[in-house]
């Protein structure tokens, strides 16, 4: 890093330099921290607009705390590109989301400094008052900070935190970094309470008036004793806050960085459940941000002074062919809805959510709610489709059983990045769901290998009066088939793609193209199945090829434990036949972020591996045979 274009951050290797500056280089470190991300991360692709608004508050909570003695946990991670940076990752920044390099979110394996690993929401006020409780016990001095986003702070279990912590009256500080916005904007009856706090004409006053009182109190005693009253009264905005049971500070300017400093000295030597409310900007400081925070939410590679493609223009992805057919569906079905867990824009709503405003739910991240909800709508008597990420879905396992399963309802699951997803890494790769649904009576599950089939299994999903779900995955995909029409598909039908002798590969989803062409391209002469269903599966197909072929060998987009391929073998041996499967697909273990591509060649996955592999099980199979005669 050149010391002459970034004076200060370059001499900042971890937060002792940084505590090593006066409290007036801390808005120009300010703005180094900002431009470094911006010319980094414009050239690496990743989380963006989150970090830019958080550059101050990150600079303040290094600042003012212990760090890695206090323990700072950031709520997903996404916006920790400054924590990264300031913590010894600087010049690690550049290889960040890619293979070997830093990880997408919050690691701890990669920092002290990373008090978790993290990337899904709402999971900071518990883990803070975890670790509260046991600093108590410990008899330890550290003190603990979550900062969490209003958009996380809509998820559930964020209240469930704080209603416990309340009532418990330990030590631990919240920051809740209020900028109005989740990836889309924020939604629900408290954000627009907390946007009237931020809006209200007396904010600014506010402000001013916070600053003055916080930072002139000389000593914390009498703050603590006399504030608190005064602050009551001046803060009126945090009831719902102290209601809990929390003493709430705020709303305060998160960019103006000495208040930052001299209100979290303060709160820093206060005891119990505290919150400090902050307002930022998401994106702050690069102006396309600022006017569109969601396109800026995860940025490709892009030209500094050009931005982001943010045109509408046809990408043939999944999530886009998904929202078409959510349009044609609700073109033609009154009582069908779509109900998305604050993803909106990441699963192609976003056209019908502006069509069909009133049959449109963006129910915040919540995605326990989404499927609870869901089944409300279909016990009315609606059509209610809810579009879930694959890894987001684990939330909401008990309401798949639940309230889908149990009561039979007929709720449309599109399970959207649903296999690799690549450079978000572990917490995101959507690889489970295959195993957790396909063990749920009364559920079925499908596998489009195409765009148009895809259309089709939503149709057939619609159609079908039962929970169903259909998972595809991040990005594009081809089309095999007209992408618009009524056309289903047969439930629990597979599909032979190829018919030869020896091995037969049994694939689900768009993986079987990579072992169709890479069959053909070798001009082998083996069998693939394109099997769509995970459940019911084609189990007369299955007794058929497993009768026809020496060795099966299944591949899925998913952990091969408890996978769609065990099922196959488990088929096989009931029927009396003999003849070995081999199930490929993800190992036990957690996949690191690379590329997607990268990721099936690391696990054997891609179309060369999968066939060399099936070609040496077959060899295997042989020589046993061999030697057994
Ligand atoms: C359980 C879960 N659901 C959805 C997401 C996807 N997600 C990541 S960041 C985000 C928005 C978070 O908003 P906020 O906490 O306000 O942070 P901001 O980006 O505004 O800084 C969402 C919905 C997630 N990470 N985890
Ligand atoms: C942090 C987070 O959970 C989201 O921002 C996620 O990374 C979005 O993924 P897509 O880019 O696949 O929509
Ligand atoms: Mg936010």
């Not at 706090?197 to 600014?204: E, I, K, Q, R, V």
């Not at 400093?261 to 900007?281: A, D, E, Y």
């Not at 598909?489 to 193209?513: A, M, Q, S, Y």
């Amino acid at each position: 890093m050149s010391s002459e274009q970034y004076p200060l951050l370059s001499k900042i290797d971890s937060p002792k330099d940084l505590k090593k500056l006066p409290v007036s280089k801390l808005s120009s470190l300010a703005s180094e921290l900002r431009d470094f991300l911006i010319s980094t991360v414009s050239k690496t692709s990743g989380h963006f607009a989150s970090g830019l608004g958080a550059v101050e508050l990150t600079i303040a909570l290094h600042y003012v705390f212990d760090t890695p003695h206090d323990q700072l946990i950031w709520d997903v991670g996404h916006q920790a590109y400054p924590h990264k940076i300031l913590t010894g990752r600087r010049d690690l920044l550049k290889t960040i989301r890619q293979k070997n390099g830093l990880h997408p979110f919050l690691w701890r394996q990669e920092s002290e400094y990373d008090v978790f690993s993290t990337g899904h929401a709402s999971t900071s006020i518990s883990e803070a008052l975890g670790l509260a409780i046991a600093n108590r016990i410990e008899k330890n001095d550290k003190k603990v900070v979550a900062v969490i986003g209003d958009g996380a702070l809509t998820g559930g279990v964020a209240f469930e935190a704080m209603n416990h912590a309340g009532d418990l009256n330990e030590d631990v500080l919240i920051i809740l970094n209020d900028n109005e916005m989740s990836i889309s904007e924020s939604v629900g009856s408290l954000s627009k309470h907390m946007a009237m706090w931020l809006s209200a004409p007396s904010y600014n006053n506010m402000l001013k008036k916070g600053r003055k009182t916080l930072s002139s109190l000389p000593k914390i005693k009498e703050f603590a004793i006399r504030a608190h009253e005064h602050l009551k009264g001046m803060m009126l905005p945090g009831t719902l806050f102290e209601e809990l049971g929390f003493n709430y500070v705020g709303p305060i300017d998160g960019h103006d960085i000495e208040t930052l400093v001299s209100v979290l000295q303060n709160l820093k030597q206060l005891k119990g459940p505290r919150i400090l409310h902050v307002g930022t900007i998401k994106g702050k400081g690069y102006q396309p941000a600022e006017e569109n925070p969601t396109a800026y939410h995860g940025v490709p590679k892009f030209d500094v002074p050009v931005g982001v493609e943010t045109s509408d223009k046809k990408r043939n992805t999944f999530d886009e062919n998904f929202g078409n057919w959510l349009m044609y569906a609700a073109e033609h079905n009154e009582k069908v809805m779509g109900i998305t867990p604050a993803m909106c824009s990441g699963s192609g709503m976003v056209p019908f959510s502006q069509k069909y405003k009133d049959r449109y739910f963006d129910v915040a991240i919540a995605e326990q709610h989404a499927l609870l909800l869901s089944s409300g709508l279909a016990a009315g008597g609606m059509l209610p489709v809810v579009c879930v990420y694959s890894t987001f879905l684990q939330r909401a396992y008990d309401q798949i059983i639940h309230d889908l399963a149990i009561q039979d309802v007929p709720v449309v699951v599109a399970v959207d990045r649903a296999g690799v997803v690549g450079p978000d890494g572990p917490t995101h790769q959507g690889v489970f769901d295959i195993a957790f649904i396909r063990s749920v009576p009364n559920m079925i599950m499908m596998t489009p290998s195409s765009l148009g089939m895809q259309w089709k299994m939503l149709n057939t999903a619609l159609a079908y009066g039962h929970p169903a779900a259909v998972r595809y995955p991040r990005g594009g995909g081809i089309f095999s088939d007209n992408e618009v029409t009524d056309a289903t598909v047969e439930i629990g039908k597979g599909n032979v793609l190829r018919e030869g002798k020896d091995i037969c590969f049994i694939v689900w989803g768009p993986l079987v193209h990579d072992v169709y062409r890479t069959v053909n391209e070798q001009h082998k002469d083996y069998t693939v199945v394109d099997m769509r269903f995970v459940k019911p599966m084609d189990e007369e197909l299955i007794v058929s090829m497993a009768g026809k072929h020496s060795v099966i060998v299944t591949l899925e987009d998913g952990v091969v434990q408890g996978g769609a391929g065990e099922e196959v073998a488990r088929l096989v041996s009931r029927n009396y036949l003999v003849c070995p499967v081999l199930n490929l697909g993800i190992p036990d273990e957690f996949i690191e972020q690379a590329t997607a591509s990268e990721i099936y060649e690391q696990c054997g996955m891609d179309g060369v591996s999968v066939v060399g592999k099936a070609e040496q099980f077959l060899d295997g199979y042989k020589n046993i045979l061999n030697r057994v005669k």
